[in-house]
């Protein structure tokens, strides 16, 4: 597993692996006034040139693939047969991909799927207990970003990796067996539009996997997209 330079992306053997692209963002933003061109064009493009650098075969999103919950909308239908004529595509389904069926391509199941000895699910859902014998499980889904401030007061907010231990005491309230040494991996948000601040939480995560505390959390590493630490989570405060 890779993490790719200052991009919310990973590459696992032949594949590109990325989350929470939410194609169609700028039809929902215009209703409520606001001009977003064609960003989900924007995206393709940047997906695009991903997929040329790094030779991938392969491209899985990680659920949330588009803004709209219920419907596929003209814009994702169109940006995913775009990908699908370049790449073969696989959707681990989130909770904005209903009727994702529609698109054609290879459609996993909410619980998540194991690739070449990786978990991957979106994280709204429970992960098949098969992903809990991996090294590493990786979800969508939180949209990670830190919240940080600098000399004169100001805020600015950036998207982050998370990487946390298990909690074998939690793990083990609804999983009999888990690799004790597996790891999870909370992957940035591939739409720049969309984030959360996760050293300000709401009294609530997203996904039973983290409401749940199955991983140790306050204790995750951060990482920038080009690669240095922040280090661990419960000591980024305000």
Same mark, same amino acid.
């Given at each position: 597993?890779?993490?790719?330079?200052?991009?919310?992306?990973?590459?696992?053997?032949?594949?590109?692996?990325?989350?929470?692209?939410?194609?169609?963002?700028?039809?929902?933003?215009?209703?409520?006034?606001?001009?977003?061109?064609?960003?989900?064009?924007?995206?393709?493009?940047?997906?695009? /040139?991903?997929?040329?650098?790094?030779?991938?075969?392969?491209?899985?999103?990680? =659920?949330?693939?588009?803004?709209?919950?219920?419907?596929?909308?003209?814009?994702?239908?169109?940006?995913?047969?775009? *990908?699908?004529?370049?790449?073969?595509?696989?959707?681990?389904? =989130?909770?904005?991909?209903?009727?994702?069926?529609?698109?054609?391509?290879?459609?996993?199941?909410?619980?998540?799927?194991?690739?070449?000895?990786?978990?991957?699910?979106?994280?709204?859902?429970?992960?098949?207990?098969?992903?809990?014998?991996?090294?590493?499980?990786?979800?969508?889904?939180?949209?990670?970003?830190?919240?940080?401030?600098?000399?004169?007061?100001?805020?600015?907010?950036?998207?982050?990796?998370?990487?946390?231990?298990?909690?074998?005491?939690?793990?083990?309230?609804?999983?009999?067996?888990?690799?004790?040494?597996? /790891?999870?991996? *909370?992957?940035?948000?591939?739409?720049?539009?969309?984030? +959360?601040?996760?050293?300000?939480?709401?009294?609530?995560?997203?996904?039973?996997?983290?409401?749940?505390? *199955?991983? /140790?959390?306050?204790?995750?590493?951060?990482?920038?997209?080009?690669?240095? +630490? *922040?280090?661990?989570?419960?000591?980024?405060?305000?």
């Amino acid at each position: 597993m890779k993490f790719l330079y200052n991009a919310p992306a990973l590459l696992h053997k032949d594949a590109l692996i990325v989350g929470d692209t939410h194609f169609g963002m700028e039809d929902k933003l215009r209703r409520s006034g606001v001009h977003a061109g064609n960003f989900s064009e924007i995206i393709l493009e940047r997906l695009e /040139k991903l997929l040329d650098e790094t030779k991938a075969k392969k491209l899985i999103l990680l =659920g949330d693939v588009k803004e709209n919950i219920t419907t596929v909308d003209s814009i994702t239908s169109r940006i995913i047969s775009k *990908l699908k004529m370049k790449i073969e595509v696989i959707i681990v389904r =989130g909770n904005h991909d209903g009727g994702i069926e529609v698109t054609g391509v290879g459609i996993k199941p909410a619980e998540g799927f194991v690739y070449e000895g990786l978990g991957l699910t979106h994280g709204h859902s429970w992960p098949a207990k098969e992903l809990l014998m991996c090294d590493y499980l990786v979800c969508g889904h939180q949209h990670p970003m830190v919240k940080l401030h600098d000399k004169l007061g100001k805020f600015h907010s950036e998207p982050v990796w998370v990487i946390a231990d298990v909690n074998p005491d939690k793990m083990k309230e609804h999983y009999e067996d888990f690799n004790p040494n597996i /790891k999870l991996v *909370l992957m940035p948000a591939y739409n720049p539009l969309v984030g +959360s601040a996760i050293n300000f939480p709401t009294k609530k995560q997203l996904g039973p996997i983290l409401n749940n505390k *199955l991983f /140790k959390l306050d204790h995750a590493l951060l990482f920038r997209l080009d690669g240095p +630490s *922040l280090g661990e989570l419960k000591n980024i405060g305000d």
